[in-house]
């Protein structure tokens, strides 16, 4: 079942662990407005990378210390001018808009047909569809974090990024940072282009 997870990145003690609890992370974030709790718990969370020079921990930083400067409902404000509102958002979320230019086309039909063979189903209660990058994100951490072996498989993870994940997830990050509204999102998008950059560029190296 695709479902939303609680961690939020601290001093992991190992780097999938890392990458599952940053992928939990960015799905919480760019599925809903920040929790109250969330951002607490974002506010704390330490800065310092376990290794000097680490390509995240700038980004990460940035993104800690606008938690730490702005208001709960600042934040979950700007969520909903970006992201959400009646008709039209002024950013999209979806694959399908970026691969298609449309929303439920193609893409969306590619990517229920992977989940199936995954035999990943849509959680009920789930208001998004299965194209949201926190949708995406969320299977992701799965990947890297199920306890079944079989689930948690480097070469599985690589094809799902790479066919639903990497020729899109630029263009939105890049969307995100363009538009004025944007500060907490606009610092969450560097972190998630920096960090899917380093997940495309090890992946490579497994092809």
């Not at 969330?38 to 800690?64: H, K, N, S, Y």
């Not at 970006?82 to 002024?90: A, M, Q, S, V």
């Not at 694959?95 to 449309?102: E, I, R």
């Not at 538009?179 to 950059?197: C, D, E, Q």
């Amino acid at each position: 079942m695709i479902r939303l997870p609680q961690p939020v990145p601290g001093a992991a003690a190992d780097e999938e662990t890392a990458r599952a609890e940053l992928y939990g992370l960015l799905a919480l974030l760019y599925y809903a407005p920040p929790s109250a709790d969330l951002l607490a718990q974002m506010r704390v969370a330490p800065t310092e990378a376990p290794a000097a020079g680490a390509v995240l921990e700038e980004p990460w930083r940035a993104l800690v210390g606008l938690a730490r400067e702005l208001s709960d409902e600042a934040m979950q404000s700007e969520y909903s001018a970006l992201f959400g509102g009646i008709g039209k958002p002024e950013v999209y979320l979806y694959a399908s808009y970026y691969l298609s230019g449309f929303l439920n086309e193609k893409p969306l039909a590619r990517l229920r047909a992977d989940l199936e063979r995954l035999e990943l189903t849509r959680a009920e209660g789930m208001s998004e569809s299965e194209d949201h990058l926190a949708c995406l994100c969320e299977v992701m951490r799965y990947l890297i974090a199920a306890d079944d072996g079989a689930a948690a498989d480097l070469n599985r993870e690589r094809v799902f990024f790479s066919n639903h994940l990497q020729p899109w997830v630029m263009l939105l990050c890049e969307a995100i940072e363009a538009h004025p509204k944007a500060r907490f999102y606009g610092a969450l998008a560097v972190l998630t282009r920096h960090f899917m950059a380093v997940e495309a560029q090890a992946f490579d190296m497994l092809a």
